[in-house]
């Protein structure tokens, strides 16, 4: 229920610093120190282990919050209905879609009603909340030469608090493929149930997106797929673009993914694949034919090495950047001397993970990546302040 705004006095303006502390009753968030930014359009609460839940017609979101920065022993767990879901343009120009809940907000002395906040991984920022213009209104003047116009609060409000802690939970992963019988896939279906998951195993070329309806809707044939809270893509080929469009329904759902959208869509484009690997400074000749014997061939798992294929340091360090400048949590990258300098050769997105030796080893590790980062900050990429 939404509580009645209480009358401003536009006579006595309430003003407020660049920097100030605010509560959020509802969530249990009593002290939060936020940055007010009129830069950013929406206002962004710090979230992890986002995890979508109720029905379609009222859908609810639950999510942790470290109210502490550096004291991710302290966790409150919190529970609100779903206003939106909304795509938020980062200060670097990122693009993500965000949940949006709404919250009351207390600021000095004064409940200023509901306003709308998005929920975004802020574990790496100095404030937990990022207030923007949606939520400066009537009365409140922003001082930007000024810090904590209003009353202090205190992060010792948390002391007295009981530790809570969030529910583990089996999880619904997708795993869309245009080989459904691959020995990795279903390597990968048979270490899921194993630590007690459930992993479809759903075939590109059966794959629909609707889109007529009021939210778009995927369908596998005749059947309506429900919500899932991972999905993993091994599809090369297919619908022009159909694999990355399928995904990125599914991380707008909440689903998070080793290889988000975004980069599936950038790897069907090897001009963009070199000019970004380019822009990071990672020297590349992608399809390069022939080159010298010196060739090794790297895996990569969740920003980690699985497995690195008699590959030095140089080889090594160089397979990691090119991960990480493409955004590629699972991929299979050979580095190659040409020209007497080590150079990306190729990156696959889709490694048979047989080719790797121990296939159930990387297939749990592949598992247990997707559970950290459902369970962890990790669940959503890290917030810029300024978004809008």
Not at 134 to 141: K, P, Y
Not at 152 to 163: D, I, N, T, V
Request: some cysteine; charged content about 20%.
């Amino acid at each position: 229920m939404t509580r009645p705004k209480p009358p401003v006095d536009d006579r006595a303006p309430f003003i407020v610093g660049w920097e100030e502390w605010l509560a959020l009753p509802d969530l249990g968030l009593p002290a939060i120190r936020a940055k007010i930014d009129t830069g950013a359009k929406t206002s962004a609460l710090h979230a992890f282990a986002i995890e979508p839940f109720g029905q379609l017609s009222a859908p609810m979101v639950r999510f942790g919050v470290h109210p502490v920065p550096g004291r991710e022993d302290i966790t409150r767990v919190c529970t609100a209905a779903v206003f939106d879901r909304r795509e938020v343009t980062s200060s670097n120009g990122e693009k993500e879609t965000r949940f949006v809940i709404r919250t009351r907000l207390v600021l000095g002395d004064r409940d200023w009603g509901e306003i709308e906040t998005t929920l975004a991984n802020r574990e790496s920022m100095a404030y937990r909340m990022l207030l923007g213009r949606q939520a400066i209104r009537g009365g409140l003047l922003v001082d930007p030469g000024a810090s904590f116009v209003q009353p202090k609060l205190s992060h010792k409000l948390y002391a007295g608090m009981p530790r809570q802690t969030l529910p583990q939970r089996h999880l619904r992963i997708a795993l869309v493929a245009t080989k459904p019988t691959r020995t990795s896939n279903i390597k990968l279906q048979e270490e899921a149930a194993s630590r007690g998951h459930t992993l479809d195993i759903l075939p590109l070329d059966t794959l629909m997106l609707e889109f007529e309806a009021d939210r778009p809707s995927l369908w596998a044939g005749a059947t309506p797929l429900p919500p899932y809270d991972a999905v993993i893509a091994r599809a090369t080929g297919g619908a022009p673009g159909l694999a990355a469009a399928v995904v990125h329904h599914m991380q707008a759902a909440g689903a998070i993914t080793l290889n988000p959208a975004s980069a599936i869509e950038r790897l069907r484009n090897p001009h963009l694949l070199a000019a970004r690997l380019h822009a990071h400074g990672v020297p590349a000749r992608l399809a390069a034919g022939e080159h010298e014997a010196s060739s090794r061939l790297l895996l990569v798992l969740g920003g980690c090495l699985a497995s690195q294929g008699f590959a030095g340091d140089t080889e090594t360090r160089l397979a990691m950047r090119a991960a990480a400048a493409l955004e590629l949590g699972m991929v299979a990258i050979e580095v190659a001397r040409i020209d007497g300098t080590w150079r990306i050769a190729s990156i696959d997105p889709n490694p048979p993970l047989t080719g790797y030796g121990q296939a159930a080893t990387l297939a749990r590790a592949i598992i247990m990546g997707i559970e950290t980062q459902v369970r962890t900050p990790a669940t959503l990429p890290p917030a810029a302040d300024g978004d809008g």
